[in-house]
């Protein structure tokens, strides 16, 4: 039997949710499955929120960009990948994608949360589903409300809308609380 424990996590409702006035939406089935908000504010991120937001290690960069080739090479647009990034290389292209995300982050608010509750990580990811909404199962934010997906915002240079950030690991959910929220926001 797993141990479950208490966490805390970040979410963050994106633009592109927001501008779908899905925010309510997305915040009742964090409430529904029993979490606990903890701090939630509307936020217009600064280059440096984003810059602290999207710190990525060089096997990160790697990882986004070998991402972003194999859901471009699944839509059969794997010719495309030099053409638009101008390389194949997954740390070359995983550099373009976080400036990518970057920017995204800094064009508009978003609603940043701090949800608390039994193994909250793990149950966010969940009721949040997999990155690409094209990808992910019915019955999670992204497969129930999403309409894009990664090869189409690929070819486009441009982050994939996705509705929802939500942190993936202990490590991340904690480095991501301290970006997004000062102590004396936090009960």
């Not at 990525?56 to 960069?61: F, K, N, S």
């Not at 390389?87 to 995983?94: L, N």
């Not at 990808?135 to 999670?140: D, F, I, N, P, S």
């Amino acid at each position: 039997m797993k141990e479950e424990k208490k966490e805390r996590t970040v979410v963050l409702i994106q633009r592109d949710a927001i501008a779908r006035n899905l925010v309510g939406e997305i915040i009742s089935r964090f409430e529904k499955n029993g979490l606990k908000i903890i701090a939630m504010k509307s936020v217009w991120p600064t280059r440096e929120i984003a810059e602290k937001h999207y710190r990525t290690t060089d096997e990160q960069t790697i990882g986004i960009g070998n991402k972003t080739m194999k859901g471009m090479r699944e839509q059969g647009k794997g010719n495309e990948i030099k053409k638009l990034y101008g390389s194949e290389d997954a740390k070359e292209i995983g550099t373009q994608v976080v400036e990518i995300l970057r920017q995204f982050l800094t064009k508009g608010m978003l609603i940043a949360m701090v949800l608390e509750g039994e193994n909250a990580i793990e149950r966010v990811r969940k009721i949040v589903g997999y990155t690409d909404p094209a990808k992910a199962e019915k019955g999670t934010i992204r497969g129930d409300l999403g309409v894009d997906y990664i090869a189409k915002s690929s070819m486009e240079k441009r982050k994939l809308e996705n509705l929802v950030h939500a942190a993936d690991s202990p490590e991340a959910a904690k480095r991501e609380i301290d970006v997004w929220f000062k102590k004396d926001e936090l009960k």
